[in-house]
């Protein structure tokens, strides 16, 4: 004990085996809280595939494992009765809400079809997490559609950076 209070500085007085973390402020546990909360609603709805609460998706489970719906989409598609349903589901009501018409309606439409596989394969259908990432964002051409000048001249200073350190 007496070579422990030795090696010691002066004037350290020994700690306590106390937490070394201090309370965090109330605005900080405010936001912790939120955050959570948050958190918390977004992941709730998880019993279903698509988002259904789990009565529906006992339901859907008793009721389309035997055959696939009418429509569209199929077991051709490479769909589960469930992705079908809900696939078929969405080109009814976007052919409702928005028809194609017009000269290349049919090859519209058969992008659409295209569209529609492909997001309910990869499961982005009801899934408010990806169109949260998705807001705004243009897949990187954002600029390249509104700024060709601005492009242009970051090229021209970039080169003539360049050009500049090699001499």
């Known amino acids: 004990m007496r070579v422990r209070q030795q090696a010691r500085a002066p004037g350290m007085r020994e700690t306590s085996p106390s937490p070394t973390r201090t309370r965090r402020s109330p605005l900080d546990r405010l936001h912790a809280?939120?955050?959570a909360k948050r958190h918390a609603c977004r992941h709730a709805r998880k019993d279903g595939w698509l988002g259904l609460d789990s009565a529906r998706a006992a339901w859907e489970a008793e009721d389309l494992a035997a055959h696939y719906p009418v429509g569209y989409f199929g077991p051709?598609?490479?769909?589960?009765?469930a992705q079908a349903w809900e696939a078929n589901r969405r080109l009814a009501k976007a052919d409702r809400e928005r028809p194609m018409r017009g000269r290349h309606a049919e090859r519209r439409h058969r992008l659409r079809i295209?569209?529609?596989l492909s997001s309910v394969k990869v499961g982005r259908t009801g899934n408010g997490a990806w169109g949260r990432l998705m807001l705004a964002c243009r897949g990187g051409k954002a600029m390249a559609m509104h700024g060709p000048h601005i492009l242009a001249e970051n090229r021209r200073r970039i080169q003539a950076q360049r050009q500049f350190e090699q001499t």
């Open 33 to 35: 809280h939120t955050k």
């Open 76 to 81: 051709e598609h490479g769909l589960t009765p």
């Open 114 to 116: 295209g569209g529609m």
